[in-house]
């Protein structure tokens, strides 16, 4: 039976395993609109700031108990140019999960979590293009352990409420 969940906000009820994502790093948002284009160059999986700051894109999975998908939260991390130079040299290679994992500090605010920006991280690419796993360091932060011990349905349609319907979600 494939996974469904009452959101904890609207009341419906969602099919599937729900992801969050972010489109771009939390230091693009900190960039003004009017001076991005000249000094970012955004694509799907990496953003480069001001020739300095190098981000990639991908993914913390949450396991959820009694089921085979995880909760994902599509995040972004910085890595230093040494790193992110192999992960372009290894971007387009269908195996490259030998390559890293890479050390980066976590460039995503996520809420409701306390706050989730530079927790250290590990990033594991992986093979056949699919976005690179980052592993939480493991400390007694909130998303580092529930990334450590899982959750439960509940705490999935909580988390979607949350992101998805913040202003009607209650604390």
């Given at each position: 039976m494939?996974?469904?969940f009452?959101?904890?906000?609207c009341?419906?009820i969602?099919?599937?395993?729900?992801?969050l994502d972010?489109?771009?790093?939390?230091?693009?948002?900190?960039i003004p609109?009017e001076e991005?284009?000249r000094r970012?160059d955004?694509?799907?999986?990496?953003?480069?700031i001001?020739?300095k700051?190098?981000?990639?894109r991908?993914?913390?999975?949450?396991?959820?108990?009694?089921?085979p998908?995880?909760f994902?939260?599509g995040?972004?991390?910085s890595?230093?140019?040494?790193?992110?130079t192999e992960?372009?040299r290894?971007?387009?290679?269908?195996?490259?999960?030998?390559?890293?994992?890479f050390?980066?500090?976590l460039?995503?605010s996520?809420?409701?979590?306390?706050?989730t920006v530079?927790?250290?991280?590990r990033?594991?690419l992986r093979?056949d293009?699919?976005r690179?796993?980052?592993?939480?360091?493991?400390?007694?932060?909130?998303l580092?352990?529930?990334?450590?011990?899982?959750?439960?349905?509940?705490r999935v349609?909580q988390?979607?409420?949350l992101?998805?319907?913040p202003?009607?979600?209650?604390?």
């Amino acid at each position: 039976m494939p996974f469904s969940f009452k959101c904890a906000s609207c009341g419906e009820i969602h099919e599937g395993m729900p992801s969050l994502d972010a489109d771009a790093p939390l230091s693009y948002y900190s960039i003004p609109e009017e001076e991005r284009e000249r000094r970012c160059d955004l694509g799907s999986d990496d953003c480069v700031i001001d020739e300095k700051a190098f981000y990639v894109r991908g993914c913390i999975e949450i396991p959820v108990h009694g089921q085979p998908d995880p909760f994902t939260w599509g995040v972004w991390v910085s890595l230093s140019l040494a790193s992110y130079t192999e992960w372009v040299r290894t971007f387009e290679q269908a195996k490259r999960a030998h390559a890293g994992p890479f050390f980066g500090w976590l460039n995503a605010s996520l809420a409701p979590y306390p706050d989730t920006v530079n927790l250290k991280t590990r990033v594991h690419l992986r093979d056949d293009g699919i976005r690179p796993a980052i592993e939480l360091e493991p400390t007694d932060h909130p998303l580092a352990m529930e990334q450590r011990n899982g959750i439960c349905a509940a705490r999935v349609a909580q988390l979607y409420a949350l992101a998805v319907h913040p202003a009607d979600s209650p604390p």
